[in-house]
């Protein structure tokens, strides 16, 4: 039995179609308002709880095997990256999981202090690693997932806000593979007990995503470059009436301000070590969009 926390984003529901599709009994942790009718028709045992609350963590994670801990903070970076996932990793030592996969982040280990998911994330890293458990931590670039909004956004207007440096390099991957390497994580040897940085194949700019929209569409792009003045100016009014969207607006202007990109040589471990070529952010992007 696997149990996916973060079922409904867009890792977990892509970990639970894998799973599924080899006949793998998954328990998906879902919030009661959350919209789970795919997971749930694809057989998985839907657990309604908070990760919120030790209680049901406690009740989910008994009889697993496997935990995939998958889900995001929702601005709440102390409760949800960090002690949901020690509860959770704590549970697992007392059942006896045989493997624990979490999803950090790129860049966790640089010591961003104004980034809160940075510094649970990494937290977190160190304590797993540390828990006797077996163990992969895949700390993702950006997904290709989150751009879909945007590039259906500049189907209809051409329109691309690009916030910060456009020379900034990044590596955007595949959703689809890295939920594949989630899953092969826990069966490919050379996987038990590490670290992997997870990127597509390419090392793009940053403006380079207006271009291969472009391309796809066949239009020109209209790129509108804001200074990240604009964000520190929105920070510096929220810190007065709301300090957790504040703290919240530190990630962010984290991943505006600075490089995140897979080496070369760390794509080329990712796709040794799993066994498969990586996407092209295009190819990804022409698939959902059916372009």
Same mark, same amino acid.
């Given at each position: 039995?696997?149990?996916?926390?973060? =079922?409904?984003?867009?890792?977990?529901?892509?970990?639970?179609?894998?799973?599924?599709?080899?006949?793998?009994?998954?328990?998906?942790?879902?919030? *009661?308002?959350?919209?789970?009718?795919?997971?749930?028709?694809?057989?998985?045992?839907?657990?309604?709880?908070?990760?919120?609350?030790?209680?049901?963590?406690?009740?989910?994670?008994?009889?697993?095997?496997?935990?995939?801990?998958?889900?995001?903070? %929702?601005?709440?970076?102390?409760?949800?990256?960090?002690?949901?996932n020690?509860?959770?990793? %704590?549970?697992a030592?007392?059942?006896?999981?045989?493997?624990?996969?979490?999803?950090?982040? *790129?860049?966790a280990?640089?010591?961003?202090?104004?980034? @809160?998911?940075?510094?649970?994330?990494?937290?977190v890293?160190?304590?797993?690693?540390?828990?006797?458990?077996?163990? #992969?931590?895949?700390?993702?670039?950006?997904?290709?997932?989150? *751009?879909? /909004?945007?590039?259906?956004?500049?189907?209809? #207007?051409?329109?691309?806000?690009?916030?910060?440096d @456009?020379?900034?390099? $990044?590596?955007?991957?595949?959703? %689809?593979?890295?939920?594949?390497?989630?899953?092969?994580?826990?069966?490919? @040897?050379?996987?038990?007990?590490?670290?992997?940085?997870?990127?597509?194949?390419?090392?793009?700019?940053?403006?380079?995503?207006?271009?291969?929209?472009?391309?796809?569409?066949?239009?020109? @792009?209209?790129?509108?470059?804001?200074?990240?003045l604009?964000?520190?100016?929105?920070?510096?009014?929220?810190?007065?009436?709301?300090?957790?969207?504040?703290?919240?607006?530190? $990630?962010?202007? =984290?991943?505006?301000? +600075?490089?995140?990109?897979?080496?070369?040589?760390?794509?080329?471990?990712?796709?040794? $070590?799993? +066994?498969? /070529?990586?996407? #092209?952010?295009?190819?990804?992007?022409?698939?959902?969009? =059916?372009?």
């Amino acid at each position: 039995m696997f149990l996916v926390t973060g =079922a409904t984003g867009d890792i977990g529901r892509r970990v639970i179609r894998l799973l599924r599709e080899h006949d793998h009994s998954v328990r998906a942790f879902v919030r *009661l308002t959350s919209r789970y009718g795919e997971l749930e028709h694809r057989g998985a045992d839907i657990f309604i709880g908070d990760l919120r609350c030790e209680q049901d963590i406690e009740k989910a994670c008994q009889g697993v095997q496997y935990i995939i801990s998958a889900h995001g903070s %929702d601005n709440d970076a102390l409760t949800l990256d960090y002690r949901a996932n020690i509860a959770l990793i %704590d549970q697992a030592k007392a059942n006896g999981v045989q493997h624990f996969v979490f999803i950090s982040v *790129l860049g966790a280990e640089r010591g961003y202090e104004d980034a @809160p998911v940075f510094k649970a994330k990494r937290a977190v890293e160190n304590y797993l690693a540390a828990s006797g458990l077996n163990y #992969t931590i895949l700390r993702p670039a950006g997904l290709a997932s989150n *751009l879909l /909004p945007l590039a259906e956004r500049f189907r209809e #207007t051409g329109l691309y806000l690009l916030i910060g440096d @456009p020379k900034n390099r $990044t590596s955007i991957v595949s959703t %689809d593979d890295l939920a594949r390497i989630v899953v092969d994580s826990v069966t490919v @040897p050379e996987a038990r007990n590490q670290i992997f940085s997870v990127g597509g194949p390419e090392i793009l700019l940053r403006e380079d995503i207006p271009q291969i929209f472009s391309h796809i569409f066949k239009k020109e @792009p209209i790129v509108v470059n804001s200074p990240l003045l604009v964000i520190d100016g929105l920070r510096g009014v929220l810190g007065l009436i709301n300090p957790e969207a504040k703290q919240a607006l530190g $990630t962010f202007r =984290a991943l505006l301000s +600075n490089e995140f990109f897979c080496r070369k040589d760390e794509i080329a471990k990712l796709e040794q $070590t799993f +066994n498969f /070529p990586l996407e #092209t952010l295009e190819s990804f992007l022409r698939r959902y969009l =059916a372009v």
